[in-house]
């Protein structure tokens, strides 16, 4: 592979597709299909491979942006690891959220890249009402991954968030159902105040006459009573 520090883009894009294409198997591509990863382009390579593969380049936003216009899977995967959340713009991220086509992919760069970036609570807001299954969970992926990485942000601002929460919580669509259920966890983890309110509203979908909303509530209901939920939330300071 082309070494760190490389200024020819284009270069380390051929290398990294090649690479991609040895390493991939189609044991690999089944596999991801059998847990609803589904691409237009995939090669077959795991994601502990990918971030080893990544780690070379650092931080690389010209590369990151490149790796994803080639449209692979696992290039776009790459691009998380790659891109430098201090260039991302909102005009990318909704350009690369336009592009989500699994909950990997979304999951992926909400987790890695979004979350780290200044714009996340705006697209949080923003994408919450897209009509996409994948673009609509990206609000609540990347809401899940800023709570919990962000450690400095007031609970003011994930207070702002529930009722984006609860506005999703009839959507039946099953990645859009998970997604919020993953960030009213989120939100409930990060502090003792906030998981009063994640449980207040919980109890609350938990007696809505909607089904998925029900659904949500209840879920996230059994999941903070777990021994392990209620360790954390004792270590909390707020």
Not at 79 to 89: C, E, Q
Not at 148 to 153: A, E, G, I, P
Not at 197 to 226: C, H, M, P, Q, Y
Request: overall charge positive; aromatic content about 8%; proline content about 3%.
């Amino acid at each position: 592979m082309v070494a760190k520090g490389t200024n020819d883009v284009k270069q380390d894009v051929d290398a990294i597709l090649s690479q991609l294409e040895r390493t991939g198997t189609k044991a690999g591509r089944d596999g991801m299909q059998r847990y609803g990863i589904v691409a237009p382009k995939m090669f077959g390579v795991s994601v502990g491979t990918m971030q080893k593969m990544a780690k070379p380049f650092g931080r690389n936003h010209d590369l990151a942006l490149a790796l994803w216009d080639t449209g692979w899977y696992e290039a776009r995967m790459m691009s998380g690891f790659i891109g430098d959340p201090t260039r991302v713009t909102p005009a990318q991220m909704d350009r690369w959220a336009g592009d989500f086509d699994n909950w990997a992919i979304c999951d992926h760069l909400c987790f890695h890249l979004f979350d780290r970036t200044p714009h996340a609570f705006g697209k949080i807001k923003q994408w919450s009402t897209k009509r996409g299954e994948f673009q609509k969970r990206a609000s609540f992926a990347l809401l899940a991954s800023v709570a919990l990485h962000d450690k400095t942000t007031p609970d003011a601002e994930f207070i702002a968030c529930l009722p984006l929460i609860e506005d999703a919580s009839t959507d039946e669509r099953n990645f859009v159902k998970k997604g919020v259920v993953w960030a009213l966890r989120g939100v409930a983890g990060r502090s003792k105040a906030l998981n009063a309110r994640s449980l207040v509203l919980a109890k609350r979908l938990a007696e809505s006459e909607d089904r998925t909303a029900r659904s949500i509530g209840k879920e996230v209901i059994r999941e903070l009573a777990k021994p392990a939920a209620l360790k954390r939330l004792e270590s909390q300071k707020r």
